[in-house]
């Protein structure tokens, strides 16, 4: 079974710093990848998503993420935070090949905007 | 375009009553459904999810059960809430099998 791990429970950043969230992925093979944000007391979010291909994705709110084989990794960046990305952010796994139905996620990074 | 309607937002209910959380999509047909569970710094955990009419898995064994009565309408139940049963639920639909979710608004529930 696929499994996820977010190793940050919270980071802080300033407001105009850049930004790296960490993604670990456990999987036989290259899972489908996906990276959400929940502000409090909302659903969940899709930012961007990886199938196949080229391994920087781009996602929307100026998020952009990279798929590392080598490193099971699949880390969400952002060049310049801006206060209202304040949230909390998970990553997620799908396996293509079936098996296990819907999404793997970690149990998320709250994510804190300093001014 | 798709969107998911789930309801109610918040709920409080004493133990021992009954629950149903409906969740309903709009704009697509033969959705994948499924309910999640959110508890507070343990991630989502998935309790439910349809590939079709009448046809629902189960994840987690629990006091819950599911149904899916129309093509686009997913409902999560219980008999008797336990108090364990609090937390955030929230319904999702995918176009494929293990692709991208979209979810709900989530239902936040209290059992007192």
């Known amino acids: 079974a696929q499994s996820v791990t977010q190793p940050d429970i919270h980071i802080t950043v300033s407001e105009g710093a850049s930004l790296e969230l960490r993604c670990n992925y456990s999987y036989g093979a290259t899972p489908y990848l996906f990276w959400y944000v929940q502000s409090p007391g909302q659903g969940l979010q899709l930012l961007l998503k990886?199938?196949?291909?080229?391994?920087l994705v781009q996602g929307i709110k100026g998020f952009e993420a990279e798929f590392k084989r080598s490193q099971s990794s699949f880390n969400l960046r952002k060049p310049s935070v801006h206060w209202s990305d304040a949230a909390e952010y998970f990553c997620a796994v799908g396996a293509p090949g079936g098996g296990a139905d819907g999404l793997t996620f970690g149990k998320g990074t709250h994510l804190i905007i300093q001014p | 375009s798709q969107t998911i309607h789930q309801w109610p937002a918040t709920l409080v209910q004493p133990v021992g009553s009954p629950l149903s959380l409906e969740c309903t999509v709009e704009?697509?047909?033969?959705?994948?459904l499924y309910w999640y569970r959110q508890a507070a710094g343990r991630g989502l955990q998935l309790l439910f999810y349809s590939v079709g009419i009448g046809q629902i898995s189960s994840e987690v064994p629990q006091n819950l059960s599911a149904s899916r009565p129309q093509d686009r309408q997913f409902i999560l139940s219980s008999k008797k809430l336990l108090l364990s049963d609090s937390g955030f639920y929230l319904c999702?639909?995918?176009?494929?099998?293990?692709?991208?979710?979209?979810f709900g608004q989530g239902t936040r529930l209290t059992v007192v």
């Open positions: 704009g697509t047909s033969n959705p994948n």
């Open positions: 990886y199938f196949s291909g080229d391994t």
């Open positions: 999702a639909w995918s176009p494929r099998r293990n692709t991208e979710a979209f």
